[in-house]
């Protein structure tokens, strides 16, 4: 009889292992292949360009107003989102999405919202103004420190005259920024940072590099009197750091940290190139760039 | 005085064994909490650029009328400027409607070159990308097996990885999109996550010798060219480009965002059949470039993970020999070697061959995809490990018979189960 009890025991224990295994084949509760975004296609206006298919979407079918000044939106969620209306003036604590549709719209006061802010038109902050994202069809002009939390999409230009948070995206057509700023990523056609650098300063003295650098080591380009032109890209493991006249015509990536002194233009005009810094991303007054700016860590414009 | 001298032998082939299979519970350890706790290296993804080189996409194809349309309709709607694309489907003499699938994207699509191997060519993957490589215009090449489907963004993640003049490939991950179908999809689906979201990704992170897999993948047509394309003798012709990039001073990139789906095998003989190919390939690469892997100016780290990583599909043959050693051994009363020590070791070493990704690196897998349940199956791995331990074994010995007769080793391809 012992045998017997010790061979079942045996078996239970030996089994046992398989057990939720077991249960979770026959529940199938966690079947579905691993989750891969098919139509997944990097666009630094993405954020945005979601956004205003929806905002089109629901002006096709005609705002849905429940007062004079407050409509109903369905954003991505599914569920209906109050939305405060207003004309040319915005401004005021609320707790809604703003939509202004003035073709020339500025903040008679701060305004502060946890959600979305929507521009039909040019849009002039004159008054601090916190919100989760900022949509914009128009012109930006920032006069008041501006704090985003997510994105910010501008079709038109934006100028950043005042020290601002640009949130984790930050796009427009042409990007100036005059003050010290904090963002993660931004795209524009030109992104200029203080006074601009020209490309027809890069002539006649000028040495000239062709094809890409790469670096295990941090990378220190500095010039004095002569300008440099490189031609192709910038690539360390470590730091990289750019001063004086110095034209990247390719993109700058680094697992670390890249610090864009005066005088650095990198890109192309009519062409899209990157500075990708991992950890850190500084620019300071007198940089140019055409195209896109990303860093996982920290990004800062310090003037 | 000869039973003892066996019995010495038999007892020092378990010690070796036991060493071996620590090393490799060490290095899955490091990647492992390397992947959890380390910094990770990301790949060139974040680079936006408007200048793309331009891309040959070469996809080897016998009888897969069941795939074709799918994949050629994915590529099709990738966001890669057509006119620095080109597709060219390799039809390797199919039997069945793949051709004319062929002809009819053909038709429609400019850039759909498909290349028709017939008659008295040899068959094989190696032998396909040959030709192909003869005719194709992109400097970039990118491969797909016929059972893959790209998402829109793929083709630009791959090729900007090639900013970097030292990379010679890049490596995409695979997901299997077949998953739900059955015990052996389930598994196969874990075993893809360990292998690639922390094995692959942890040899990119310490700058060790991640591996170009042959599917999801892109090289440089020039170099591969000068190094004379691909051995048509080997049947794992992405393990061999692999350590030729390394040995000749390139880098093979693990790019884990450019995720692509395939299709796993659905039954257990397709599975065997694969698999045998795998361990074929994998150890004609074993034979060919251990030596010059040793003799190479790579770092210690490198050459310790190379050998290592040539070695995956010999350790399950030295495991069987070791289970063949270790009863030889109880009969004689001498299996005490190593006591109790022994066995834990023994333990760790079914924890570390129960697949090819031991279950704390799938654990931390699932961990980090966020996954849930599906993980309660790890137990059944231990069939896994069994089955792999015998047809990884016959594939060990499938490469040992090619390599003594030279002769031509016949390229298996996995069966398709879509509907």
Redesign the interface.
Known sequence: MMEYILIFTFVVLALLPFLPGLLELLLKRDIDPLYIKQDYSKDPAFFGRSFQKIIMETSKKGLKKISENTAEIVLSKGKPEKMVLFKNKVGGKLSDLVFAEGSEVETDKPLETPKEVIIKGDFYIQHTCIMRSLFVLGDLAVDRPLITKRWIHVEGEANIRAPSDLGINFYARRIQILVSCTFKRMFAEVIKIGEEPKEEDFKGNVSYIKGTIKSKGSLNIRTQDKKLVIDGDLISDKDIVVEGGVWIKGSIFTHSEAVLLKGVIVGEEGKVKSVVAKKMLILAEGVKVYGYLHTDGEGKVEI | MEMGVLIIVLKAYMVFLVFLITLYIIRHLIFTYNRLLGEQ??S????????LPSVSILIPMHNEERVADHILS?LI?Q?YPKDRMEIIPINDHSEDRTKDILDEYAKKYPYIKPLHRLGDEPRGKPAGLNDALKIAKGEIIVVYDADY?P???QL??LVVNF????VGAVMGRV??????AN?LT?LL?LER?GGYQVDQQARYNLDLIPQYGGTVGAFRKDLVLQLGGFDNRILAEDTELTFRLFLKGYKVIYANRA???EEAPEDWRARARQIRRWSHGHNQVLFKYLFPLLRSELSFWQKLDGILLLLVYTVPFLILLGLVDSIILFFLGEIQILSSFFVVLSVLAYNSFGNFAPFFQIGAAGYL?G????L?????FYFIFLFNLWYTSLGFLDAVKTSITKRQATWHKTERFRK
């Open positions: 290296r990301i060139y993804h974040d680079l936006l650029d408007s200048d994915s709607k966001d489907v998402p829109m963004g630009r993640e900013v970097d003049p030292e997901v299997p999109i077949n998953t739900p015990l389930r689906d996550s995720e692509c789906y995809d996954v849930g349940e599906r309660r199956l790890l137990p059944f």
